[in-house]
Nanobody
């Protein structure tokens, strides 16, 4: 009933770009904060970016700030993560998550999660 589905992952060379999408179904996105997390094998899950309702607040993890851009289209119930200047260190499974927070934080616990999409940055 409440689903998040990520797409747009793939293999890209260092310096390249990818655009990830998170499609939401089962609820309207207007009043939900959305975050992107990533997890590489053997590593803990890392917060990447989050966006609040009405684009009021956006946060980025230190490792991606200046390279990644988060945006949302509430009419289409979709959140995007534009990833530029990709590095091998960005290789991970990327997950989107949502909850009905008024703002956003990478420290929050999110109740709704997608299944993830693989991003591989390699020559």
């Amino acid at each position: 009933q409440l689903q998040l589905v990520e797409s747009g992952g793939g293999l890209v060379q260092p310096g390249g770009s990818l655009r990830l999408s998170c499609a939401v179904s089962g609820f309207t996105l207007d009043y939900y904060a959305v975050a992107w997390f990533r997890q590489a094998p053997g590593k803990k899950r890392e917060g990447v970016s989050c966006i609040s309702t009405s684009d009021v607040i956006k946060y980025y993890g230190d490792s991606v700030r200046g390279r990644f851009t988060i945006s949302r289209d509430d009419a289409q119930n979709t959140v995007y993560l534009q990833m530029n200047s990709l590095k091998p260190e960005d290789t991970a499974v990327y997950y989107c998550a949502a909850d009905n927070y008024r703002t956003c934080s990478l420290l929050y616990e999110y109740i709704y999660w997608g299944q993830g999409t693989q991003v591989t940055v390699s020559s």
